[in-house]
């Protein structure tokens, strides 16, 4: 099982859709997740933090199930400006530079 | 926006060249990350730093050295470039570590080894 994996999409939806992305990752060890998002030719940037009890950012929601070691994102009400990939960030343990991302979600939001 | 900027932001160079990667801060963070960026990959980890002339390898540091003798500058050198090496390269910041998985990316560098 890889270290952190994602379905790669592309996720094409319309605008107004409700859209959710999954990430699994494999060490049990893991304490803390993050999403990312990264537009096209442009570099990553933190979206948000996922906590144990699940978080929300506006239109934003992040899940995190500990038991099945799964995260996911949950975007509702597209946005064309939500086109981009989304990058699933797992910490596993020990000295800095400990962040393990997943390849990452496309996502395409069309009129 | 973090002030964080990489330099040179795109080059072309051939196989056996050494190729230095400037990366540059203006927010005194402790901490700088060196990642690279390939199709079918995550971001993979090349080298990291917490302080002025501690450095520590990632993931994938194997043909890359790096130097911090200041806060706000941290080198990313290839010594002998290999096609191999063909890459996205980015440099990151964070205040307080990659635990928090608070990282300010630069914008990029663009690498092409012919």
């Known amino acids: 099982r890889k270290e952190v994996e994602q379905d790669p999409g592309p996720f094409n939806v319309p605008e107004g859709a409700t859209v959710a992305f999954n990430c699994t990752y494999s060490n049990s060890a893991s304490q803390s997740f993050f999403w990312y998002r990264q537009d096209c030719r442009k570099e990553p940037k933190l979206l948000m933090s996922?906590?144990?009890s699940g978080n929300e950012d506006g239109r934003f929601t992040a899940q995190l199930n500990r038991a099945s070691q799964y995260i996911s994102l949950l975007i509702r009400d597209s946005k064309l400006s939500d086109s981009a990939t989304y990058l699933c960030v797992v910490t596993k343990g020990g000295s800095q530079g400990n962040l393990i991302f997943g390849k990452g979600t496309k996502l395409s939001v069309k009129p | 926006d973090a002030g964080i900027t990489q330099s040179p932001r795109h080059k072309v160079t051939e196989t056996g060249t050494p190729v230095t990667l400037r990366c540059h801060q203006t927010?005194?963070?402790?901490?700088m990350y060196w990642y690279r960026q390939d199709p079918g990959h995550g971001l993979r980890l090349i080298h990291y730093?917490?302080?002025?002339?501690?450095?520590d390898k990632g993931e994938v540091s194997d043909g890359y050295s790096v130097s911090r003798s200041k806060t706000e500058d941290f080198l990313l050198t290839l010594e002998s470039a290999t096609s191999s090496q063909t890459s996205v390269y980015f440099c990151?910041?964070?205040?307080?570590?990659?635990?928090?998985?608070?990282?300010?990316f630069g914008e990029g560098s663009r690498l092409t080894v012919l």
């Open positions: 990151a910041i964070s205040p307080r570590g990659s635990n928090t998985g608070e990282l300010f």
């Open positions: 996922v906590y144990s």
């Open positions: 927010e005194n963070h402790r901490y």
């Open positions: 730093s917490y302080g002025v002339k501690d450095t």
